[in-house]
């Protein structure tokens, strides 16, 4: 199990990497599938399936911050040698996560059923929505139960059981989505509810495994009571990563808005911020992959005691990631116009699209280098810290630049995507500047007395 330490080689790091990359592309392929399955049906089931996604995306957001202060906490404990404490925070972790998605799942299924409650949506929608809606609350536990588990790997550097359990639950949800909707063999087709089935049974299938894991590796089946001090340790470190991708979201809606208020091209360029952003996320894969290795190691060299490792790690990454996605840029720039043309045949849509990459493709050394950095800093612990930076440079940049270049100036479309270059670019040079400070050496995780 490689840790962090001055001879952390680019193998290492690949071997972290890999699992994490393969999950999240898998992850990614289960709203592909939902949504073209959907499409084969009815535009009210498409409609439908967005909402629900949306939902889960929305409660994702607790188990996901949750799971960066689990890997401030975890990865700092093993890197000191404490078992116990890893366990210890390990089961505070899934009895959070329960805590929260349990009753969220009984809700979302005794309401569901009631269309009343759903009345803001087109009514075709409702109908579909109540039908598949009390599915995807029964996926509300399971998920985040294997977002968490996904947490305490990933801090023991056991990122093959992220693989076996998140991605294997992503397969078979896509499977799913094709053999319960269609129907194959001796199985017969559900129609548009075989996409909510499809969607819970891997759910509930990832979670059991993920939870069989860890009871096997240590976690064990005593020891389930809430331990105050950990818990508000936790939720310290956890909230501020809540809210910084609440606040990311937000600002992508703002992004929208402001775009729809454009007197000429407002459609066309809303269309293009939709098919940027969907590729630039394909294209981040790899980054977001190394920002959670960087948190890891960070936080595994710092339980150690080595400061001096953990910085030097975090460099390594950051600036591996940032060659690999000026890489994967540079013709993803050279041929902004072709790939956009394979998306859109609205010749506007196109046009909007390929300059979105171009100017967008400029930024992205500067994107891996700041998200790996940022990595960094959660493995430490410094949450609040790259909140700050990032929805700074987001809401206090970003958003205004956008709406005086797009809206007061004759840029339009263009003055959006230059105020995103602009932004990244400062959000990195900010992030760059906290990391080599170094206060985030001296943050102590683990509040408990004779524990480092």
């Known amino acids: 199990m490689p840790e962090a330490d001055s001879k952390t080689t680019l193998a290492d790091i690949w071997r972290l990497s890999w699992p994490l990359v393969m999950s999240m ?13 959907a499409g084969r049906f009815q535009p009210e089931v498409q409609g439908a399936v967005g909402f629900a996604g949306q939902l889960l995306f929305f409660f994702g957001v607790v188990a996901n911050s949750l799971s960066i202060g689990l890997v401030a906490i975890i990865s700092r404990r093993q890197g000191s040698g404490d078992r116990e404490g890893v366990w210890r925070t390990a089961r505070q972790g899934i009895l959070l996560a329960i805590l929260f998605a349990a009753p969220l799942s009984i809700l979302g299924l005794v309401l569901t059923p009631w269309p009343v409650l759903l009345s803001f949506l087109p009514d075709g929608v409702v109908q579909s929505a109540s039908q ?23 801090a023991r550097t056991h990122t093959l059981l992220i693989l076996l359990c998140s991605g294997g639950a992503s397969i078979a949800n896509v499977i799913g989505d094709f053999v319960l909707s ?3 063999g001796w199985i017969p087709p559900l129609g548009p509810l075989g996409i909510g089935v499809a969607t819970a049974a891997s759910s509930m299938g ?4 993920a939870l069989a894991i860890l009871v096997k590796q240590g976690m064990g089946t005593k020891g389930w009571r809430l331990e105050s001090p950990l818990l508000q340790r936790l939720i310290k470190i956890s909230w501020p990563a809540g809210m910084l991708q609440m606040g990311w979201h937000l600002g992508s809606l703002a992004l929208y808005a402001i775009l729809g208020r454009l007197s000429v091209g407002a459609v066309a360029a809303t ?8 590729i630039e996320a394909i294209l981040y894969l790899p980054v977001f992959a190394l920002n959670m290795v960087t948190a890891v190691l960070v936080g595994q060299a710092l339980g150690s005691g080595d400061g001096e490792a953990a910085e030097k790690t975090g460099w390594q990454v950051a600036k591996t990631a940032a060659f690999i996605l000026t890489i994967v840029a540079i013709p993803v720039f050279i041929y902004s116009r072709e790939i956009a043309g394979l998306i859109s045949p609205d010749l506007n849509v196109r046009e909007m699209t390929h300059l ?8 992205q050394p500067f994107m891996a280098l700041g998200v790996c950095l940022g990595g960094g800093l959660e493995g430490a612990g410094d949450t609040i810290g790259t909140m ?11 958003i205004p630049a956008a709406t005086f ?22 959000q990195c040079g900010i992030m760059v500047h906290r990391y080599q400070q170094g206060k985030w050496k001296h943050i102590k995780v683990i509040a408990e007395p004779g524990l480092r």
């Open 271 to 278: 269309a293009a911020l939709t098919n940027g952003l969907r």
């Open 132 to 154: 598949l809606l009390p599915f995807y609350a029964m996926a509300l536990l399971p998920q985040a139960i294997i977002t968490v588990a996904g947490a305490i790997f990933r």
């Open 182 to 184: 269609f129907g194959y």
């Open 388 to 398: 700050k930076v990032v929805l700074g440079a987001h809401w206090g940049f970003r």
């Open 25 to 37: 592309f898998f992850l990614f392929t289960v709203g592909l599938a939902d949504v073209y399955v």
């Open 356 to 363: 979105y990459l171009r100017f967008n493709m400029l930024s």
């Open 206 to 209: 990832g979670g059991i495994l």
């Open 405 to 426: 270049l797009a809206l007061g100036t004759p840029l339009a479309a263009n003055g959006v995507w230059i105020a995103m270059v602009l932004s990244i670019i400062l």
